[in-house]
């Protein structure tokens, strides 16, 4: 099913317009770790294991339990099954780290950082690598949980279209989409990150899209 089938084009732009709010649009520079952050998406651990392969940083940490939406998918979880994957793309098994308790990106965080203090490694930086619409939250998480850490946030490439083709549920994705949005601006009053921006046509496309009944992921 391609966007277009479920989506009219003012909503279809909304999404759009999300889509690139929530992008960091940062360029990913080497750094001492990379962290790949669990979700329903392998492309997470896709992209974690281009950047090993490249040079990028010399260590991975996949960090992720079990969600509804993941539990089919990766039944032994997340960080279990991004492991394997990026072992299969080629990145040696002994430089990847697995964090296999963490359900949400708060805890994908600071358990991160605990397990990397237990382990002896010392990081001054790191890519955060997560789904291309969690950029945004990953990186206001991470700054309020780990302020002195220099970050930058990467994510596999493709355009809106290919990744919801990719996925092939693009009510999953949009619903996902919308909740992130929610809480950028939720997050920063509850403590769990710091504030982002949030210009006028991104809360004009987020009350559009939960108008239109896109609400499932909403706190």
Known sequence: ??????????????????????????????????????????????????????????????TGANAPTTVNDFPRGEAVHYREHAIERGVPARAILIEPTATNTGENISRTRALLTEQGVKVRSAVIISKPYQQRRAYATCTKLWPELDITCASL????????????????????????????????????????PFPADVQSAYERLVEAGYTSRLI
Do not use: K
Not at 49 to 57: N, S, V
Not at 171 to 191: A, F, K, W
């Open 157 to 196: 490439p493709m355009s809106l279209d290919e990744y919801l083709e990719r996925i092939g549920n693009p009510d999953r994705v949009i619903n996902m989409l919308v909740g992130d949005t929610q809480r950028i601006t939720e997050y920063p009053n509850l403590g769990y990150a710091v504030e982002q």
């Open 1 to 62: 099913m391609t966007p277009r089938a479920v989506l009219s084009d003012t909503l279809r732009a909304d999404v759009a317009t999300l889509w690139d709010y929530h992008d960091m649009h940062h360029g990913v520079r080497p750094a001492d770790i990379g962290i790949g952050l669990g979700s329903h998406d392998l492309g997470v651990a896709t992209c974690a294991a281009d950047l090993y392969l490249r040079g990028t940083f010399p260590l991975i940490v996949f």
